[in-house]
């Protein structure tokens, strides 16, 4: 068995892996990440080209600073490898429901981002059914309540290429990476953190877990009982000919009445001539082993018929491509960023319930600034193991 010493191990080399990573190297740092697979690769939750990033995040205001910090540390690496990460081309987020409700009886999600947007003077716009099917066309099947909010600061951010852009970079900076090899356990005793795979045991003062949707197998309780995986599928449909669909389009977010009624979507990318467009669902838990990554014929056409043409003008049905990912949700959908309630010096980020993209560069800022400074600039309280106490 080969032993390798370093200051910090960094378990799963993800959105939240790599941004920890590449904080840490740039902090001067004696660093190590490990992998299962190669990143960026489309095995976990960080694949299919496109995440939603907005600064008036819906999802609640702890959120806020790490969305408009991780959106500064984008432009920050676009700089840095020469590559575009972030196209600024405008959110729309739309509540469509005669009775609109937020997930798990929340308060409307579209509400809610209005509300952020004015508590933290985010540039947005408030858009009611009319406005939104005049500046909009492409969303003219729209529900006459409608409620929208339009925040021209937001966008997608390209996932496979920002976690290229942070490993490259840590690369840079002096940092180990162990790619294509599984941790087994993780132990920690003496002030030191043994992590072992198949043929290595590396030990560090401290590790970092984001091991996506593979936490709980690889930690057990209590994260084995707070985290489910929920397989959600990616479509890319065709677009219309001639082209209905706008060139630009801002990224969308519809709120129905129930989970099954949301989708989102991302302006085409040029030269592609189709559009990405995705659900989410809640109902059906999977595991890593089990995920069903096949997208069927029937369910490409069930998404058009319930989702597509009731929200959007503009695209077919035929189907470019298809993708499946997994959102690891937890039972309020908040994040989880915590120490290990039994492993010392050992902290774990949990794979962020379907919402942590846009926040990662951030995340991994802040844990670096914990690490090496013993606090972070932005407030990670929100996110503690606590709240789930009996
Ligand atoms: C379909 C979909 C759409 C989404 N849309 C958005 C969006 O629009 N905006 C947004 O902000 N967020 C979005 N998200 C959420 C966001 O993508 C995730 O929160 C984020 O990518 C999770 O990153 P992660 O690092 O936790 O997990 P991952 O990127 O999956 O990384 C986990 C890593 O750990 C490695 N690993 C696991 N176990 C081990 C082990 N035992 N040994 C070694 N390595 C291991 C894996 O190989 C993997 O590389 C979406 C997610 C999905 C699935």
């Known amino acids: 068995m080969q032993t390798a010493e370093f200051d910090v191990v ?22 190590a990440g490990i992998d299962r697979f190669a990143p960026p690769h489309d095995q ?8 939603i990033t907005r600064q008036a995040v819906g999802e609640g205001a702890a959120y806020v600073p790490l969305a408009i910090r991780a959106q500064q540390i984008w432009r920050e690496l676009e ?24 997930q798990d009886g929340t308060p409307d999600f579209t509400a809610n981002t209005l509300a952020l947007a004015r508590q933290f003077g985010i540039e947005h716009e408030a858009l009611d059914a009319a406005q939104i099917r005049q500046r909009f066309p492409q969303f003219a099947p729209i529900h006459d309540s409608a409620l929208g909010c339009f925040e021209p600061g937001g966008g997608y951010v390209r996932p496979e290429r920002c976690i290229d852009a942070q490993l490259t970079l840590a690369r840079q900076l002096g940092a180990t990476l162990f790619t ?18 198949q043929g290595r045991c590396i030990t560090a003062a401290k590790a970092v877990v984001c091991a996506g949707m593979w936490s ?56 592609e001539g189709s559009m990405k467009i995705a659900t989410e669902q809640y109902s059906q838990a999977s595991t890593p082993d089990d995920l069903d990554r096949q997208v069927s014929a029937a369910q490409s056409a069930a998404m058009y018929h319930d989702l597509v043409r009731t929200h959007i003008a503009g695209v077919t049905p035929e189907l470019v491509k298809s993708a499946v990912c997994a959102y690891t949700v937890t039972p309020d959908a908040h994040f989880i960023i915590d120490q290990h309630p039994r ?48």
């Open 343 to 390: 492993l010392a010096n050992v902290t774990v980020v949990s794979a962020c319930s379907g919402h942590g993209f846009k926040h990662s560069a951030a995340i991994g800022e802040a844990l670096a600034q914990q690490l090496v400074d013993g606090r972070s600039e932005i407030d990670l309280s929100a996110f503690s193991l606590a709240r789930f106490a009996p």
């Open 44 to 51: 976990g939750s960080s694949h299919g080209d496109t995440r």
């Open 79 to 102: 700089a840095q490898v020469d590559e575009p990460l972030f196209e600024q081309c405008g959110v729309l987020v739309m509540t469509s429901s005669a009775a609109p409700t937020g």
């Open 10 to 31: 960094v378990v799963g080399l993800g959105a939240m892996g790599a941004a920890t990573l590449y904080q840490l190297a740039k902090r001067g740092l004696n660093v």
């Open 180 to 197: 294509g090899e599984t941790v087994q356990a993780i132990a920690s005793d003496q002030g030191q953190v043994r992590v072992t795979s």
């Open 216 to 271: 709980s197998q690889l930690l057990g309780a209590p994260f084995d009982e707070l985290l489910r995986v929920c397989r959600q599928t990616l479509y890319w449909y065709r677009l219309a000919e001639p082209a209905i669909f706008p060139e630009h389009s801002p990224s969308f977010i519809v709120h129905g009445a129930s989970d099954e009624q949301h989708c989102y979507g991302f302006p085409p990318i040029p030269g």
